[in-house]
């Protein structure tokens, strides 16, 4: 107990759930040719707690007792930074794709715990902690479904033309509720052991059937998942990065799905909707920032190595170029760093400093695209003309391939390193991360309004004022 | 004579050509069922001269004869213009994808005739003249092979350790030359009737043997095309453009392939290969960013379209990021307009302002990544989790679907532009697209060169030595 | 008649016209210090006229009248191009400070017949044409005053707790009306034959008294201007344009100022307001992207220069950033001279594209800061360390500057150099024109909103909506 | 001993130094109407050992001894911390401007002891050590002369046809050597006790004569400064900070100037000379961005301030505005303090982590002038319109201000306000810190140079190699 093996992951996945793929119902999700890659680098989660390189960090002893260290509710600057190292390690082994099945459900957890700490529902923080220790205990892999499939954006949940386009409780029964409606954008929904569902805004009065947060199993009846096919297939050759790590998200359903009392955290209370939604994002910004740092290496790192392979390491502007990426690259270490460092606690639970996350987050997002740019640039348009993988596999072929893409490294390294860029930044997993880069844990604009939120415009503004000579007016009269 | 019907052109391509892909040598490229989806999207040229919409821009008419024009020499500001145009529509019919079969074929003929008119070769002349009249007159499809696989990019080309890292005068026999090395990146080979082969770049003295340029039918023995499969498969759900519209480039190899002398327009010629290069990227930077707009007009109208769709047209920053597209979008077309209006004649033969075109597509490439990046945004995370082709064929799925994924206009329609913007920018046919954006007609560092070069600082330098009093110094001392 | 002697202009600046400036009445402002050097600099505008090489550009005949050119009602896209031509011209002869006594007054001028010309005034109409008339004949110089004080930014006119903060009709009189108010940063009020008043926003109903156009003369009994002294002193040695360049603007106070009918174009008309305030900006931005030219032209021209003065013109970030200047100011002129290629006609009368116009400036506004960046880049810190006039102009020091601030050309040249780029980037002027190309003829927000109104949006939208297959929608709906 | 008051550091600059300033030799320093200014601003340092608000910051306690804190030897990354702390705090009080008679002196000294405690030269390291405990025992104040004036900067110190163009040794005498050749841009020269003067650049073989460094009292005779006059006058209305603080840049010339050899550190020792220029500047990009910040606070609270009196504060674009300055500023600050906690040891001297200093000065750098026009779009055009100083003081022109320039907050306040933002921004000190933003400690280029060469590439090169699979190449080969 406290921590599983792989093989159980994997075993405990087997059950009636309903996913479709393709146009079709799933038997089995760890069987799947598409959806099994998807589930065996989610089992990664449970090879960081078994390898002895990332062991320490990602276990945890509290006492006699061993658990995920993602299930550590973080006390301490201290502890964000070790999350964030143990963020950042499980992404990097996972070839710059974040495994998730932790990572997100106890940011929602954690979050969760803050807001219920706050004396505003003894229950629900009952029943929370509940859930966490089963949770933890059982070693549980988690989604977490917040972003509802929302209808006409310009109008608010209960102003829509159809109700069910936030989710919201249908009706109520003495043993708990029953909920109906979507969301979209779940993320390894198919290969979980329990779904959280939580608020994706604030709620006004009207908006009171919408704010509710539970958590069911992915083999409730009712529950559909709808999968994406956006990384399907791939060639080793072409899709290094993919044909071997992929994600899948959903369009999960909430067919009338009956949620038991004790799994509902929350119904009826527009007054924590909010807050949770806006509590969530902020240790999920910063589980973000963590989970880039290892696609941001494999950029610079690889266009590093491009530009040796090419033999322009030496051209001014491709020099130029580099200084500017690795300048993006690390100040966004930089930032999540000191995210960690100045981390405050509440109710004893600490959370990453709010606007330096946000800063962090908003760095990350606002040049990703130049990033791409920019190593494309190095790379050259081989990242589109290039070989397949079975020319590559072809033993007349690739002779033809090995003389004539040689460059000041053999072809076979060049190839390489130019189809590890054109995964990274032009083929779909690079396209899957440049969206997820602008709309992953809330959109760029979110992010900059939490930064105007949370700036602590004082001492600059009283500053301005001092100088001016003017410090006797009251800025916010 | 002097112009083909589809069904010639598709009939011509049937010979022994060479082609290699996905492994294996393809016995026909027009019922091949990837590469025939080029072939078909080649053949939109000679659509254009046959819909009355498009045939009055189309075809050119000089006394009794009616040719493609394409072929159409300019002579006056005003006919590149209308080739611009030409070029602009037929990419428009093509889906935002460029045809290419005759544009930069005679991009590259029109830069030999300027070059060679200046007296330095006459019999080149009269070879290039006798080319172009049979192209004409044939209507033939041209590829043009320039870019050679150059090795390491730190030498030149007489410095690479394998002397065929660009294509050179293997031998001279009294009936032509023999000629060994590859190009890459060449466009449409498979489908066209000759293939163009041009120096990539300025020669030394030492570079004597790679200072040739000629052309070739792709049946000749010896060369042999090993095609990308970069754009290959698609659902016409999720891929509406590329599951119809594909280009297709390839490594061309000349295996020691006999060229006869009527088809040489000059070897040994180092003073020339440095002209005809750049003056041939010249004409081919002006039909770059004349076949860019309707990308581009993609890129903002599905950016417009989808902000209604979602109902998000409203919102300040959306009408921010869209006003930011709109001034991108037409200051990249208001200025290849200028490039033909103050196109300048060379012994009879007109060429764009060779600023005004580099500066038009350095502005169309250096911000291009950023208009992906607002395009995605405005549109969403739907983009990569949006559902499969196949889903949408399913019958009991889609009902879930048209419920769920419905904004403020249908799920219909918001998911076809949710998937139009995907293709553009976030799936395979995007990324290829991005990377033209940057790499196509020269990378970005050459379009600044030439910027650099063709600048006349004159005015201005003389306006700033008079306004600092310092008018007498020679600033060129 | 038609066209004033220099002379003439300065004589009739000679009444009672109440002008104040640091602290004090000026009792003559052709005479004062300071003033005295705007004066001259706005007399520029008739030496054009006088002046062979501008001659052609500056005077107009008409028959048998010759006039001030910018009185020219442009009646086609040539005419337009003219004016542009003319307005660059002057600024350059003004070492790039626009003269601007006639281009603003023309350019509200020509705003107003257009709007009145849609048959909802003919008396209005009627007196604008005999004002102009009269302007023309006797080649008067014209302020426009139109931004008003506003007070509290986020209230109309009427809501206001002072109803002065815009200017407006307090009495109406059998001969005229009374008017009340103030406007800031009005160009060359104190040397000018009339000031031309307009609204400065679009008005409700509510804003009634606030919705009046007229015209004064500058002596007229109630008319107050308060001069800023911004561009105050200057040494020719560090101050080579300010020295001898100044404009001047002022706080124009209305303090109960009686207005006869025949000089009131319109009053009591919100239906006109918003109209005239949008025409008039649309001419003037034409106007001010005109005029930013020669600034533009000096800045490159002067790095250019002092690159080589300093021996750093072959280092590549310098030609780095000497192209990106270059297609910084080229973008601006291009689109400026489409804006008038583009030029459409209503009631007989030519207006610049409204979008290109407003691209034109947006594109001139928003890198204006990063150009001085560049600029101040290439030419180093002494632009703030070097020495003073006096310096200079001592026999003993002087040696030692020669021989200490040598580059690769000799310290006067060099040092020349630095001191134009010092006042066209980091003394006053370049502080002013700093400012001023954010918010003069309208902000940059501004400029943004004529874009995304001004666009034409239609046929990238139907292109869109055909290529996702959804051309059935109604995109208004 | 150890701690100078104010008094006695003004009485200790009487003496025999040469400045010449607006063309005339000074005779006293402290009581010159311009530089006293500067002085009396050079005195907050002591002020700040006073103060007892700073007083735990500004003086170091080491066992009985007292001394000025800049005089720590930093031997911790917390020490680090305290030294960035005081010298923020001692700009703070500065209104914004550095008051470096000590923090760049420091800089010199602990870069010195670095390099010559790697064994290289005992006899300069006891040298060093001994001026060292001079300066912390007098409390000395110390200018540091390192940038040379160059000639041409095409050419080497030894190339250059001048050869004064860098100081050089020009002969060496038994008690020391005789050094000719001038530094520009030197701060405070006029006002401190000791000039430092290191060399620029790193030297080759052939510019032996060049390699050297020493100090000298400014009464030296041969010293000559001669003083910009930049930031000269002002009225306390208009220029808030520059009429009360000032900083002095001198071209300080060496005429011949006798150096006895307790106070030469080192002399022909080019292998010393790039070391200590490059080390120097390490401390002191360090001590830049500590002394940027409150710069930085002002620009921000002054736009928000602004926002508010003008009553603009809730547009949308306006909030976008202040959260890119918000992220901007307080990244610039998080960086400086990654740079101090990450800081290492050599030879027991603490030095900050070269590639976060530069990552935070190059950040601060390219974009400071989007920063100045973030700030100057929200506050308006009267930054360059408004009234001047004698307008206020003048009792009939005050109240008709007072009525017209009300926003939403008073005109007194906002005036102050605007005229606070003017001088950040568009005056002499404004223009003064954007090209001490882009040259100051060394241009931004050299900062881009300093990344490059400190980055740390290996973690993600490899990391990239890895993923390509090709981890068995070695990249440097």
């Known amino acids: 107990m ?3 093996s792989k093989q159980q992951f994997l075993h405990d996945l087997i059950d009636d759930r309903e996913v479709y793929y393709r146009g079709e119902r799933v038997t089995s999700v760890t069987d799947h040719a598409d959806l099994g890659i998807a589930v065996q680098h989610a089992a990664i989660d449970f090879e960081l707690a078994e390898d002895p390189a990332t062991r320490e960090l990602a276990v945890y002893k509290e006492g006699d007792e061993e658990y995920s260290a993602y299930y550590r509710v973080p006390r301490s600057a201290s502890d964000l930074r070790l999350r964030s190292k143990l963020i950042e390690a499980g992404t990097a082994k996972g070839a710059t794709l974040v495994i998730l099945i932790k990572e997100i459900g106890t940011d929602a957890i954690f979050a969760m715990m803050r807001v219920l700490s706050r004396g505003k529902s003894a229950e629900g923080l009952e029943r929370l902690h509940a859930f966490y220790t089963e949770c933890r205990e059982k070693d549980l892999a988690l ?7 929302k ?21 109520t029964r003495a043993d708990g509720i029953v909920v109906r409606g979507a969301k979209v954008h779940t ?13 994706s805004r604030s709620m006004l009065a009207g908006d009171v059937a919408y704010s509710v947060a539970f958590a069911v199993s992915p083999a409730t009846p009712g529950v559909k998942m709808y999968a994406s096919d956006f990384l399907h297939g791939g060639h080793p050759f072409t899709e290094p990065i993919s044909s071997k790590h992929k994600m899948i998200e959903t369009l999960t359903v909430f067919d009338d799905v009956f949620v038991p009392w004790d799994q509902v955290f929350f119904h009826d209370r527009p007054d924590l909707a909010g807050a949770v939604a806006l509590t969530f994002v902020e240790y999920h910004r910063f589980t973000a920032v ?3 740092l290892p696609l941001l290496d494999a950029l610079i790192g690889s266009a590093i190595a491009i530009a040796k392979a090419n033999g322009i390491d030496r ?17 966004v270490r930089g930032l999540i760093e000191l995210a960690a460092q100045r981390g405050e606690i509440e109710s004893g639970i600490a959370y990453p400093h709010v606007f330096t996350t946000n800063l962090a987050k908003w760095t990350f997002a606002r040049d990703f695209h130049r990033a791409i740019e920019v190593v494309q640039d190095i790379a050259g348009g081989l990242l589109v003309t290039g070989p397949s993988g079975a020319d590559w596999d072809s033993a007349e072929i690739r002779p033809v391939l090995e003389k004539y893409f040689a460059g000041a490294w053999p072809a076979n390294k060049r190839l390489a390193l130019m189809n590890l860029i054109s995964e990274l930044t032009s083929r779909l997993y690079g396209g899957y ?9 809330g959109s760029v604009e979110a992010e900059k309004m939490a930064m105007f939120r949370s700036y602590n415009a004082k001492p600059a503004l009283e500053y301005a004022l001092q100088l001016a000579g003017v410090a006797d007016i009251d800025p916010a009269a």
């Open 2 to 4: 406290g921590l599983r």
């Open 143 to 149: 989604a977490v479904a917040q972003t509802d499939v």
């Open 151 to 171: 209808g006409d954006r310009s109008k608010r949940p209960s102003e829509q033309s159809d109700p069910d386009m936030y989710v919201r409780v249908v009706s």
């Open 187 to 199: 993320s390894c929904t198919p290969y979980v052991d329990r779904i959280l569902v939580l608020p």
């Open 290 to 292: 963590s989970y880039k």
């Open 315 to 331: 051209a001014s502007h491709v020099r130029d170029k580099l200084t500017w990426l690795g300048g993006y690259v690390e100040t």
């Open 433 to 441: 991360q440049a969206v997820l880069a602008i709309h992953a844990e």
